[in-house]
């Protein structure tokens, strides 16, 4: 074996140095996939041949019962086995699908290739397929143990050895040593009285309990003691969506152990648990393999947090909604028997649908909420503000217009997220100037207009070079409007979609003229909130010798205005979610001058760069990371950026602002003494 670094981690851990993990190489990495095909083959042929076997089985003892169990719910045994096996078919399908997937990524990662069988062991087990054929055919008892003992041993195992490949503590590996010879040999003493199925099942919750309880605390030991920031993020969700399917299997065992009856195959308790025991299962497991697929893979590491996120959200709402059918599986029948006096079972189907339709959008959307907030600290409400960015903004009043009031020439230069901006020329400063007009329809919603009057407040009490100047701020006509400097050149997003990543020496310029404005402003008791290259005008500049162009800052709409005992700001209104800082996502109130370094600090990673250092199709997930990601190291997209200028991002990029340069001056200091 060898070793080879994950690239996920080089950066992240500097100060202990790259982390590592055991590759496979040569004759052993041939022997292991050999071993690997053989266990998938021996695993997919138990199932496939035990499918049919095990449907005829389950409609042959739902048979039995028909009159005592489904009579009354129009439920026939052939439904029953359906169900059955259509919630087995799933689980195996996703569990096996994981399994290849982590195989075909990552044949050369022993832990990989563990955790790939552990994941097809326990698709194969759960289905119940094989018991099925072992019935059958004694001769395979042996090799249907021995899948089963492979579902139960392997998760202890992994838990001892991932994500790296070694134990930890060390003295840890003679424990997982023993799991695995136990797992192997616990097949050949079926029929013993060592063999787990001769033990009270309570005896075999507290044995299964202990050897998870070693697993999780190794696992806790790594997290705490030597996980790197890439190590910990693919662990955490892993064990936890492994100790609740385990704490499931547990419940299980409990059940059994307090109900023995249910462990009596072929009987009529038998067949009331098994789908209870089903469903139990897919339920608690399905998020658990999508999660190890995407940690193991390293692939998209942080859009972990995402998928568990909508696993929570529609693993908690297929529960309510299969309460709800279940529920209604028996009710809406017998209420429409009882007023049709027989029949209608199609209307009572056509009701429960409509019902669940109607619940399904606004309980998503509440669970969602629910768990943004509770899990991970999403307190601004995302889906709201992206709605209202999704409006389409009418025309102005003075759209079509070549004058407005005593201004004349009015021309059409911009629409922005909630005010159209036109060119004209003052009356009386004979000047070009910019007149920012909010739409009469705007007006009329009291977020919009406060949003207005904010902004002109907020620049009427700054006199800086790069802040855009306010003169004047006025309704007229029924219009808000507001007149300002005239910019001619285009914003920094436009300039850098144009160029691309900007030259080292530029882009030190363009931030210290910004830098300079923000800290001007945090001075004067504003905080920005909304820094992006879209806010910022480049003016062409004549001076010469001096830089090409004057940045200047623009749009503090959602800005926060401190002074005295008033504070201006609005919890609802948040900031552009590319740009937005991990205080403003967890409480839009509580932010500081810090909050515009963090942005200050994309901003710079993208003129660098060229790319945003998050990035996400789904905003949820977005915001999860600038939450939790850290920023990729800026150097790995541009090779030629020095080290120390790297730092300087990663610092403006941290999560706490604690940790941030406590100024916007003090980050461009850093750059330039880099």
């Avoid at 500081?592 to 199709?617: C, E, H, I, N, W």
């Avoid at 461009?668 to 880099?674: D, K, S, T």
Wanted: glycine share 8%; charged share 15%.
């Amino acid at each position: 074996m060898s070793q080879y670094t994950d690239p996920t981690s080089r950066w992240l851990t500097p100060e202990t140095g790259t982390v590592t993990y055991r590759r496979v190489t040569g004759p052993w990495l041939n022997m292991m996939r050999g071993l690997w095909i053989v266990a998938f083959l021996l695993m997919f042929g138990l199932t496939i041949g035990g499918a049919s076997p095990r449907y005829n089985q389950l409609i042959q003892l739902a048979g039995q019962f028909k009159e005592a169990l489904f009579d009354a719910s129009n439920v026939t045994p052939t439904t029953y086995a359906g169900y059955m096996i259509g919630v087995a078919g799933l689980l195996l399908a996703i569990y096996t699908i994981v399994g290849i997937a982590i195989y075909w990524r990552k044949q050369d990662d022993w832990v990989a290739l563990l955790v790939s069988l552990m994941s097809l062991s326990i698709a194969t087990s759960a289905s119940d397929f094989p018991d099925a054929l072992a019935l059958l055919s004694p001769h395979l008892v042996i090799l249907v143990d021995l899948v089963r003992s492979l579902s139960q041993g392997l998760p202890i195992i992994v838990l001892f050895v991932f994500p790296g490949g070694t134990a930890q503590p060390p003295w840890t590996r003679w424990l997982a040593l023993f799991c695995m010879i136990w797992t192997l040999l616990r097949p050949f003493l079926y029929n013993t009285p060592l063999h787990p199925n001769a033990w009270p099942g309570m005896v075999v919750a507290i044995w299964f309990l202990a050897w998870l309880g070693g697993g999780v605390a190794a696992q806790i030991y790594r997290y705490k003691r030597i996980a790197g920031p890439a190590q910990k993020q693919q662990t955490k969700w892993v064990v936890f969506g492994g100790i609740v399917g385990s704490a499931v299997f547990i419940a299980t065992l409990v059940v059994q152990a307090a109900v023995p009856a249910v462990k009596e195959v072929d009987t009529l308790s038998w067949l009331l648990w098994k789908p209870v025991e089903y469903s139990a299962f897919v339920l608690a497991m399905l998020p658990f393999p999508v999660a190890l697929a995407v940690s193991i893979s390293r692939y998209r590491l942080w859009d972990i947090d995402f998928l568990i996120n909508r696993s929570l959200v529609y693993g908690a709402l297929t529960v309510f909604l299969f309460v709800l059918f279940v529920g209604s599986l028996f009710s809406i029948p017998m209420l429409f028997q009882h007023i049709s006096g027989g029949g209608q079972s199609a209307l009572a189907v056509g009701a429960s649908a409509m019902a669940f339709g109607m619940m399904f959008v606004p309980t998503r959307r509440a669970l969602q909420r629910f768990v943004d907030r509770r899990f991970f600290g999403i307190q601004i409400n995302y889906q709201q503000a992206e709605e209202k960015r999704a409006r389409s903004i009418p025309l102005g009043a003075v759209s079509g217009r070549t004058h407005f009031g005593d201004y004349t020439g009015l021309e059409p230069i911009g629409r922005g997220g909630m005010a159209e901006v036109y060119k004209a020329r003052h009356p009386t400063l004979n000047r070009t100037v910019a007149i920012k007009v909010l739409p009469a329809m705007m007006a009329k919603d009291p977020s919009f207009q406060h949003r207005f009057e904010r902004e002109a407040h907020a620049i009427a009490t700054l006199r800086h070079p790069n802040i855009v100047q306010l003169f004047d701020f006025n309704e007229a006509e029924g219009t808000y409007y507001m007149v300002m400097e005239y910019i001619s050149g285009p914003s920094l997003a436009e300039y850098m979609h144009e160029v691309g990543p900007l030259p080292i020496l530029e882009v030190r310029d363009l931030l210290t003229d910004i830098a300079s404005a923000l800290d001007y402003a945090h001075q004067m008791g504003i905080v920005h909130r909304d820094v992006k290259p879209s806010n910022i005008l480049l003016q062409p500049s004549t001076s010469p010798g001096g830089p090409k162009q004057r940045p200047v800052l623009t749009d503090f709409g959602i800005a926060k205005i401190v002074g005295g005992a008033t504070v201006l700001t609005a919890s609802n209104i948040v900031g552009t979610f590319d740009f937005i800082a991990p205080e403003q996502i967890r409480d839009s109130a509580e932010v500081d001058a810090r909050t515009d370094v963090y942005a200050l600090g994309v901003m710079a990673y993208q003129m660098l760069t060229g790319k945003l250092p998050f990035m996400a199709s789904n905003t949820a997930a977005l915001l999860i990371a600038h939450l939790q990601q850290p920023a990729p190291d800026p150097s790995t997209l541009r090779p030629d950026l020095p080290e120390s200028i790297s730092r300087v991002i990663l610092k403006a990029l941290e999560k706490e602002p604690d940790n941030r340069f406590n100024s916007a001056g003090m980050m461009v200091e850093a750059l330039l003494n880099g």
